[in-house]
C-alpha cells in the first residue's frame, strides 16, 4: 500500500449568516488560514479538490484559485450533497495515495443564507410520475404527500420513528436529549452558529418542523467554509519538526452509496450507507468503536444522530437510546459525539460539513481545542451522509511519525 497520508493543517471560518462575504471569500479565507496552519503556500501544492453544492457547475475550486494563487496544479470540484466536503478531502487523500502527489488542499464552502426548507421531492420538468412496474429508476414515484415527505426534515423524522418503532424503549424525548446535549456542547465552541443551551422544555416546544423534529432539532441553514492540507509520510519526514509535531494521521478514509435496499428508493435509507463505511473504515484503521476517543457525527436532525449510534456501532444493535441515557455521548462520558455542538447548533454549510468535522477532530488530536478539548484524545471518527444517499467516514489517529 501507498505512504500514510497526514493531516497538516486545517481551518474552519466562523458559521453562521455571514450577509457581507460570498462563498468565494469564505472559501478563500478557509484555504488561506489552513495553509498557514501547515506552514505550506499554494505553490507547494500539487492538487487541490473543491466542493460547493449550491455553486456545483460554478468551478468553485478554479475561482478560489484565482483570489489564494493560481498556480496550474489539478482542481477536482466534487458535489456530492451532504459528503461533499468529505468527498473533497477523500479525493486529496486519494490523490496522495496514488503516488501522484505529495501534498494537496481541500476546501468545503457554503453560503446558504436563509434558504427555507430543502428537499420536498423535486421532480425534473417532463419527468414520468408514475409508477412502472417494469421499474425505472429515478422519480419513480412521488413521495411528498403520498408515503410521507420528501423533505429533508421529513426524511429524518421517519427514519428516526422508524428506529422507534423497531426497537423497544425508544421514545421521543431520546430525541430531545439529543438537542439539549448538542446545544449544550456548543455553548464551549467559539465557532458555531448558536452557542446557546436550551432545556428538554424549550426543545420540545419549539416550532414543530416535521415530528418529533422541532425547529432546535434541526441543522440551520448556514454560511461557512473549512479547509484541510494533507500531505504523504515522505515529504511529511521533510517537512520541519514543528509542523511534524503537529501533523495527525488519516487512519481511514472511506466513502460509501446505497446498496440495493427494499423501499430505499421510496423513502431514502440513511443507515446502510453508513454501517458499510463504518465497518470498512473501522477494519482500515485496524480499531474498533470502542477504541475511539470522540466523533462527529452527522445530527442534520435529531433523530439522525440515534440512529447513527447505532449505524457507527458505538453502542449495541439496537441499543441507541441506553446508549445515550448512560450518559456516553456527552462531553464527559465514554465516547463523546458532537463536542462541537453538532450540526444542530454549530450549524451545517452543506459542502463545509465535511471538512469542518476534520477540522473538529483534528483540533482535539492536537490538544488545541480550548474550553471543549477533550483531554487526550487520540483517535477520533468523523462521519457526513448525503441524501442520494452517500455516506463519507474519516478516521484521524494522533501517533508518532
Ligand atoms: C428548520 C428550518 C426550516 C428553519 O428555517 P427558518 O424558518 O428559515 O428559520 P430561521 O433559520 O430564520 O430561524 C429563526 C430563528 O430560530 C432560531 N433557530 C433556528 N434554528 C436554530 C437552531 N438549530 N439552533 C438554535 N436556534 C435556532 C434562531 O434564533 C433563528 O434566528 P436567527 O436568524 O437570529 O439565527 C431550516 O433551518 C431548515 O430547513 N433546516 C434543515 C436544513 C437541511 O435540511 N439541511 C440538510 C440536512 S441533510
Redesign the pocket.
Known amino acids: 500500500m501507498a505512504d500514510n497520508v497526514w493531516v497538516i493543517g486545517v481551518h474552519m471560518t466562523k458559521f453562521g449568516?455571514h450577509k457581507d462575504k460570498d462563498a468565494l471569500d469564505l472559501g478563500s479565507e478557509a484555504a488561506l488560514s489552513a495553509l498557514a496552519d501547515s506552514g505550506q503556500t499554494i505553490h507547494d501544492m500539487d492538487v487541490m479538490a473543491a466542493g460547493s453544492l449550491f455553486n456545483a457547475a460554478a468551478g468553485i475550486g478554479q475561482q478560489i484559485q484565482k483570489q489564494i494563487g493560481q498556480t496550474g496544479i489539478p482542481v477536482f470540484n466534487v458535489s456530492n450533497a451532504?459528503a461533499t466536503g468529505a468527498t473533497a478531502f477523500r479525493t486529496v487523500y486519494l490523490s496522495i495515495k496514488a503516488g501522484e502527489a505529495e501534498m494537496g488542499l481541500a476546501v468545503g464552502v457554503e453560503q446558504m443564507g436563509?434558504?427555507?426548507?430543502?428537499?420536498a421531492a423535486g421532480s425534473a420538468k417532463g419527468a414520468k410520475t408514475e409508477y412502472e412496474p417494469a421499474g425505472r429508476y429515478g422519480n419513480v414515484m412521488p413521495v411528498e404527500g403520498i408515503l410521507g415527505t420528501g423533505?429533508?426534515?421529513g426524511v429524518?423524522a421517519q427514519a428516526g420513528m422508524e428506529y422507534a418503532y423497531k426497537h423497544d424503549g425508544v421514545t421521543v424525548d431520546h430525541f430531545y436529549k439529543i438537542a439539549e446535549k448538542n446545544?449544550a456542547h456548543s455553548s464551549l465552541n467559539p465557532l458555531a452558529?448558536?452557542n446557546?443551551r436550551f432545556t428538554l422544555d424549550e426543545i420540545k416546544n419549539a416550532q414543530m418542523?416535521s415530528y418529533p423534529n422541532t425547529?432546535?432539532m434541526?441543522?440551520?441553514?448556514t454560511d461557512g467554509a473549512a479547509a484541510a492540507v494533507l500531505v504523504s509520510e515522505s515529504k511529511l519526514r521533510t517537512l520541519p519538526l514543528d509542523v511534524q509535531k503537529r501533523a495527525v494521521r488519516v487512519a481511514a478514509s472511506v466513502l460509501t452509496t446505497d446498496p440495493y435496499v427494499d423501499g430505499s428508493h421510496v423513502l431514502p435509507d440513511v443507515n446502510t450507507c453508513t454501517r458499510n463505511a463504518a465497518n470498512k473504515a473501522y477494519e482500515m484503521a485496524g480499531i474498533g468503536p470502542q477504541d475511539l476517543d470522540l466523533v462527529e457525527l452527522h445530527d442534520?436532525?435529531a433523530t439522525a444522530e440515534l440512529l447513527h449510534y447505532d449505524n457507527l456501532g458505538l453502542c449495541e444493535p439496537g441499543g441507541a437510546a441506553d446508549f445515550l441515557d448512560s450518559g456516553a455521548p456527552w462531553r464527559d462520558g465514554s465516547t463523546p459525539v458532537n463536542v462541537s455542538g453538532g450540526?444542530?447548533?454549530k450549524g451545517?454549510p452543506?459542502a463545509a460539513t465535511g471538512v469542518a468535522g476534520i477540522y473538529e477532530i483534528t483540533t482535539h488530536l492536537r490538544g488545541e481545542a480550548g474550553d471543549r478539548q477533550i483531554d487526550g484524545a487520540k483517535v477520533g471518527l468523523t462521519h457526513v451522509i448525503?441524501?442520494g444517499s452517500t455516506c463519507g467516514v474519516h478516521i484521524l489517529e494522533k501517533s508518532a511519525l
Open positions: 449568516q451532504c436563509k434558504m427555507g426548507l430543502l428537499g423533505t429533508m426534515p429524518f446545544h452558529q448558536y446557546k418542523i425547529m432546535l434541526c441543522s440551520p441553514n442534520c436532525f450540526l444542530e447548533s451545517h452543506i448525503g441524501l
